[in-house]
Every structure is written in structure tokens, then in C-alpha cells.
């Protein structure tokens, strides 16, 4: 099958750099511009430069969803010359129009007026909750498998259906950082053939609620205090933790934010899930209940806690800068969407689980993920502002072939969100923004109202009329209506309750800390530890304490200890519940592709330039992103461009490192031109201190080392054990890159850190 135009733009492109002669450091992900600028300002008028290979901007359709067969960039700015939003050229931008060179300022100024006025009027209102966001372009191959339980015909074989996919975290504003322990957005917007469909989870599988009603009462509890407006973008409070300690069911919700699943390693390498039950319909109307699960084909794995701070500081726009710069260099990231299928019974439980709780899953040995389809993110956006920030999801986007249920978070999403994009975007016409607008025909009736785009003709927008001939129709048998399911309403009273079912907040919590790995035990214990240690109030703290001692006695006393208070003694009522362990709830074990992983290579001049040079073009061959790090940003010779410097490399930045030389103590290499001088080696060593911590860092986060034989002095100084898991000691850089593309399918070398939380 041929490749998508955009995917094959960026293969072309990627292949160009990987087979040329390496001299240009814009083959390595991150060059700002399509071109190389020249170290003059530019004279000559010329036209804007085009996108770069890797970005791809809205499909050209009108507000009505039709096809203009434009190309791509027709909504790209126009002309070599400085216009006025009119198109007026201008001769000049840099002085106010004065009476005299001293002033006064004219108000007559036609252009100083509209050029400040669209600058106070740039903003729009940020998302209350995930507003800090990453997205990209893609595209979404069904496999057909579908078929029995859908007739959406995006999931039918073969089926290409256009996709935006926006990535967020929920708690911080735009300004926060990306590494924050959060829980992190999903959406997913498709562009089929029957309409837009809106997928809209996260990358926890559960919620902290079960009602909409309650969706204010928990994010002001996360948000930063009223008073002070801090912590930013963090759990790690008194509101947050009051809260969930009083409010029991976010139990479940909260220990998988407290585990590795808070700290993703990037958006690439974490599941997604619909969170609810939907219904699916199929060509015969029969139904069934689904959940939905986007399963990353290069694992999930995540950051280790000191990892996630130092990025914090190091790169707040870490993953949004590794999102976009894995698509410019052609490791594109896919995921499978899978569903889990249940019968449609009247009770809408399955083995004892009520599938409309959203705080609870089914463990995927009840009712295993069929994969349905294949997304690839391939293209990056040409303005984040135009597509990222205006884009605009509703769950209550749907096709035909998928409904909803009575789940009562879903019910109130199914309001908020399109009550929002009014608000946040100026009004109802929202849809008609490019990057929301269908790829299907639009003949809705709706007129008017701010930033209306169409222009409608007709003079009947009412149904029914004769004056407009009737139009538009209504659809009929086998016009892909959307039709909702006639569902059964069950008679009772008109109450503020939940089911009885509902009631259950810590079988399944403790059902995932009996699925983790002793080592991811160790991370939620030290999570909670640390998280609750910044509460100040003590009862709040002994509040915690109680909850998780409903979870599990030795996650209660570890965390109890690690706070310096008694564990709490629970009655037999209280005791945590019988359950058993669900393997795929861990993210440890499972190998994965390495492809797209980050790997370091330490060199100076010193070094053996013809090995680095054969393990670089080896690591590329192999779909690794091979980065040179040195004491200098010139290259070490000829065609050996070096990506970063012994002062601004870190080792968070890099999955796997291979040292190929013992670089000696640069100049920069004190304290007071370099603050990581001496952090390791106590500035003592004969060797680039700088160096010794990255290693260091890269050994205590159990990341893979390779070192070549002329670089083993290396090894005493940053405290490594040569014998340790995951320290490979070879000759040939050959033999230290396929050992190291191995150990990378596993993420981490899991065995390096002792864990005593069985």
C-alpha cells in the first residue's frame, strides 16, 4: 500500500540525511527553519519560506467540509513584502508615525493602531485543565476486525482516516513544566468520512470520580492554592491530599498517578484509555459495550523521579520537544487501538465489575484488547497556535456505529466540553477553525453568530421548508444516520445516589499494587512519601495513611515510616480486600522496539574518530537517534558533528549512553563557569567532571552504559561497578551497540535497583 503523502514527504527527506555525508548539523531533529539561514540579514525579497518536511498543517476544506483541492498551504502567509492584515505593503515597521523624529506619536497611525491591537488581542483564554498540550498530525489505518460489533466506517479494512492528536497535562497552565507527576491527556480527533469523531482520555485508565458533579470539587483540590497561587502544575498539597483521603474513591485514580504511570518517559511510550464504557453498533443494530485502549507499539515506560525533576529544570518542554523531534527525524510513533468488548446486558456489569463506574477497569485477563486499528503520528504542526491551542474536543462527537452510555462522568463531559470551546474559542462557530473542521458535508442549518466563516445561501434555514426546495434531508435507511440507541430507561425515582456497586474503592487499588513489579512498588512508596511529606496539615497526613492501609499494610508502613508517624491499626471491616494480580498492569518485563531511543556517545578528540564515526552510522541504521557529545560544540573532525557540549548535555536527556573516550578536565570544567563541576568527582579526578556525573546519573537511573576499552578509566570515578546489570565492557563499538540496542528494549536495566518492597 502507498504511503500518505506527508509520510513519505518526511521519509524522503529523513533518508537524504541518514545516506548523506554527515556534515550538516541539521540532520539531528530540532533545526528551527526548513533552510539554513545565512549569517547576514537577508535583503532580496523573496516569498515565505515552506514548511518543513515534517510539518503538515489542516486538510484545505472549506467551513462546509468541502473538498478544495487547494494546495496545503493556501491558508500560509502570501508575498515577499510586509503587509498590512489587508494587504497593504508597507515600507517600514520599527518607528511610529510622528510628528517630527522626537515625537509626538500620530494617532492617525493606521498601522501602529492594528498592529498593537491584534497583539493585545493574541490570547485566548487557556484551558482550565489541560492546557498545557503537545499535538501532531497522523493518520489511522482500520483493520477491519471491527467489523462485527461497528459499522463505523473508519474502522472498516484498509480505511485511512486523517487524525489530530493532542497530548497535555491536566493540572498545570500553559507555562508549566511537561515532566510534572500528572496525569496526561489523550485526544484523539478523527477526520472520517461521516464526521468528526472525538476520542477524548488520558493515560490512566480510571478516573478520580464517578460523577461529573463532583469534576469542579477535584480540580480546584489539585489546583495551586487560591491564596498563593502555588504549587504549579503538582499534587504535592494540602488541598489535593484533604481531598482525596476524604473522597475515597479517587483511592484507585491516585495510586496509578503515584506510580510510574504520573511520570511518562515521553508521549510516544504511554497507553491511552477512553476511560468509559461506550456502545458500539453494528450494520444489524445489534450492540455491544466497549472499552477503548490505544496500545504505544514502543512500550510504556516511564521516567524515574529524580529524571523527572531534573528535567523540570533542565527542559520544561521536554516531551513536546521529543514528540516533534522523533516525527522530523522519521520515527514516527504509532499506537494500535484496541477495544475490550462486553455483552450489552440490561445490568451493564461484567464478572462482577460495573462498567459504568469510571473508577474501575477490567483486567485485561477477563476481557482481552483487540486491536481494531493502527495510528502513525507523521507530521508536526505548522503553528501550534492555529492547531494545537485552537483545536477543540468533545466526546459527544460521535459517528455512527459508536454511542454512549449512562455512565455519570461521561454524562457531564458530554455538556462541559462543548460549553467550554464556546467560551474558550468566541463563540459557537468553533468547528469552523481549520484544524476542527470536518472532512465531511456540512448542511446544518446553524447560522451567524462570532467568526462565522460559511457563507450561507438559501433563505430557509428551518425544517421543514419548500422555499429552499426542501433542502437539506433528512437521512434515511443507509444514509450512515447517526441514530441513537433506543435504549431501555429502567423506572425508578428521581434521586441524588449512586448504585451499590459504585460503593467498592479498594479492591481494584490494591488489585494494580499486587500487579506492580517490587521495583515499581519502591517508586509508589517513594512517591507517596514524598508527595505527602509536603502536607502541612497532620491530619491530613494520618488521613492518607488510613486510605492506604485499606490498599496494602506494607505500602501504609513504608510510606508511614518514610513520614516518621505510627501506621494506623485497621479493624477486620476495614482489612484490604482478597484479590488477585493483573500481569499488564506492570510496565516491567516486556521488551519493546528501540527504535526512536536516544543514544549518547561521549568523545573528544582523544578518542578512536573512525570507531565513533561506524557506531553513529550503525546506531542510525539500526533506527537509534545517535547524539555526540563533547567538550565543544566545534566538530571533532571533519563530517563528525557533535549535537551537545560537556556543559549542557545531561544524562536525563539520553536512554543509553556509550563513552568512547576519558575526555581530561575541560576548560569550562570549574565551578564557576560550570555548576556540575565537581558534583561527582569533587573536581579531584583527571577527568571532565561533567563527564563522571553523566555517567553517574545514567548508572543510578539504571539506564544502559556501553564503554569502549579506551574509555574504562571512566568507570572508578562516577562510582560504576563494571560487573553491575547493564555495563557493557567491549572492544568493538559494533559488539557495545548490539548489546546496548538490546538492553534498550527493556527500557531499563530493572535489575540494578534493589527493591524491598515485595
Known amino acids: 500500500m502507498d504511503k500518505p503523502a506527508p509520510v513519505r514527504k518526511v521519509i524522503d527527506a529523513v533518508t537524504e540525511i541518514v545516506t548523506g555525508d554527515g556534515e550538516d548539523s541539521r540532520s539531528v531533529p530540532g533545526a528551527p527553519s526548513s533552510r539554513a539561514p545565512q549569517a547576514s540579514e537577508p535583503t532580496e525579497p523573496r516569498p515565505p519560506l515552506p514548511p518543513k518536511p515534517d510539518q503538515q498543517p489542516p486538510s484545505p476544506v472549506t467551513a462546509t467540509g468541502r473538498a478544495t483541492g487547494a494546495p496545503t498551504d493556501v491558508r500560509a502567509q502570501n508575498g515577499g513584502y510586509l503587509t498590512t492584515a489587508q494587504g497593504l505593503r508597507l515600507p517600514d515597521s520599527d518607528h511610529s508615525l510622528k510628528a517630527g523624529p522626537r515625537g ?66 491536566v493540572l498545570g497552565s500553559r507555562g508549566s513544566a511537561d515532566t510534572v507527576r500528572d496525569t496526561r491527556g489523550f485526544a484523539t480527533k478523527f477526520y472520517t468520512s461521516e464526521g468528526v469523531f472525538d476520542l477524548v482520555g488520558n493515560n490512566i485508565p480510571v478516573f478520580f470520580i464517578q460523577d461529573a458533579i463532583k469534576f469542579p470539587d477535584v480540580i480546584h483540590a489539585g489546583k495551586p492554592h487560591p491564596d498563593r497561587e502555588i504549587p504549579q502544575a503538582q499534587s504535592a498539597h494540602d488541598t489535593f ?78 516531551h513536546r520537544r521529543d514528540l516533534a523531534d522523533a516525527i522530523e527525524a522519521g520515527n514516527f510513533p504509532q499506537w494500535e487501538l484496541g ?74 463531559r458530554l455538556f462541559s466540553y462543548l460549553d467550554t470551546q464556546i467560551s474558550r474559542l468566541g463563540g459557537p462557530n468553533f468547528a469552523q477553525i481549520p484544524i476542527n473542521r470536518t472532512h465531511a458535508p456540512v448542511n446544518d442549518m446553524l447560522r451567524d453568530g462570532f467568526h462565522q466563516h460559511a457563507v450561507h445561501a438559501g433563505v430557509a434555514p428551518f ?105 494506623p491499626t485497621m479493624s477486620a471491616r476495614d482489612a484490604a480486600p482478597q484479590v488477585s494480580a493483573s500481569a499488564p498492569l506492570s510496565q516491567v518485563g516486556k521488551a519493546w522496539p528501540s527504535t526512536g531511543r536516544i543514544l549518547g556517545i561521549i568523545a573528544d578528540q582523544a578518542s578512536d574518530l573512525d570507531a565513533v564515526r561506524r557506531v553513529r552510522d ?28 560537556f556543559g549542557a548535555a545531561r544524562s536525563v536527556e539520553f536512554d543509553a549512553l556509550l563513552v568512547a573516550g576519558a575526555p581530561a578536565p575541560g576548560d569550562d570544567d570549574r565551578g564557576a563557569r560550570d555548576a556540575k563541576s565537581g558534583a561527582v568527582a569533587g573536581g579531584q579526578s583527571t577527568l571532565d567532571s561533567r563527564v563522571v556525573l553523566l555517567v553517574n546519573e545514567a548508572y543510578r537511573h539504571a539506564k544502559p552504559i556501553g564503554v569502549l576499552a579506551g574509555a574504562r578509566a571512566v568507570l572508578v570515578p562516577a562510582a560504576v561497578d563494571p560487573r553491575a546489570p547493564g555495563v557493557v565492557l567491549e572492544t568493538e563499538g559494533a559488539d557495545v551497540l548490539a548489546r546496548l540496542t538490546d538492553l534498550l528494549a527493556l527500557h531499563r536495566v530493572w535489575d540494578r535497583f534493589p527493591a524491598s518492597a515485595s
Not at 286 to 306: C, I, Q, R
Open 618 to 645: 550503525a546506531a542510525q541504521q539500526v533506527g537509534l537517534l545517535p547524539l555526540l557529545i563533547a567538550p565543544t560544540g566545534a566538530p571533532l573532525v571533519e563530517g563528525l558533528a557533535v549535537q551537545r557540549t
Open 241 to 318: 491530599w484533604d481531598f482525596v483521603s476524604l473522597h475515597t474513591e479517587a483511592t484507585h485514580h491516585t495510586l496509578w498517578n503515584m506510580s510510574d504511570r504520573g511520570i511518562p518517559r515521553s508521549f510516544r511510550m504511554m497507553e491511552g484509555f477512553g476511560i468509559h464504557t461506550f456502545r458500539l453498533v453494528n450494520a444489524d443494530g445489534a450492540t455491544t459495550l466497549v472499552k477503548f485502549h490505544w496500545k504505544p507499539k514502543a512500550g510504556v515506560h516511564s521516567l524515574v523521579w529524580e529524571e523527572a525533576q531534573l528535567i523540570g529544570g533542565l527542559d520544561p518542554d521536554f
Open 104 to 169: 509626538p506619536v500620530l494617532l492617525q497611525d493606521h498601522h501602529l493602531r492594528e498592529k498593537i491591537t491584534h497583539f493585545d488581542h493574541e490570547r485566548i483564554p487557556e484551558r482550565v485543565v489541560h492546557a498545557r498540550g503537545a499535538a501532531a498530525h497522523g493518520v489511522f489505518r482500520g483493520y477491519g476486525t471491527a467489523a462485527a460489533v461497528s459499522k463505523a466506517a473508519f474502522l472498516t479494512e484498509g480505511a485511512q482516516t486523517p487524525v489530530f492528536v493532542r497530548f497535555s497535562t
Open 339 to 412: 477495544i475490550q468488548t462486553f455483552p450489552d446486558t440490561p445490568e451493564q456489569v461484567f464478572e462482577g465489575i460495573d462498567l459504568l463506574d469510571p473508577t474501575k477497569i477490567v483486567p485485561e485477563e477477563l476481557a482481552p484488547v483487540r486491536p481494531i486499528g493502527l495510528m502513525t503520528l507523521n507530521a508536526n504542526p505548522v503553528n501550534f497556535f492555529a492547531e494545537t491551542e485552537q483545536v477543540a474536543f468533545h466526546p459527544g462527537h460521535l459517528v455512527p456505529g459508536i454511542d454512549v452510555t449512562d455512565d455519570p462522568l461521561l454524562a457531564g
Open 463 to 567: 425544517k421543514p421548508n419548500s422555499l429552499d426546495g426542501g433542502c437539506p434531508f433528512f437521512a434515511g435507511p443507509g444514509d450512515h444516520a447517526f441514530v441513537e440507541v433506543p435504549t431501555p430507561v429502567a423506572a425508578g425515582a428521581k434521586v441524588r445516589q449512586a448504585p451499590a456497586s459504585f460503593d467498592d474503592h479498594f479492591s481494584q487499588p490494591r488489585m494494580f499494587w499486587l500487579s506492580l513489579s517490587p521495583v515499581e512498588r519502591e517508586h509508589v512508596i517513594a512517591a507517596y512519601t514524598f508527595e505527602v511529606s509536603k502536607v502541612y496539615e497532620q491530619a491530613i497526613k494520618e488521613r492518607v495513611l488510613s486510605v492506604l492501609a485499606q490498599v496494602d499494610a506494607t505500602l501504609c508502613s513504608q510510606v508511614a515510616a518514610g513520614l516518621g508517624l505510627p501506621a
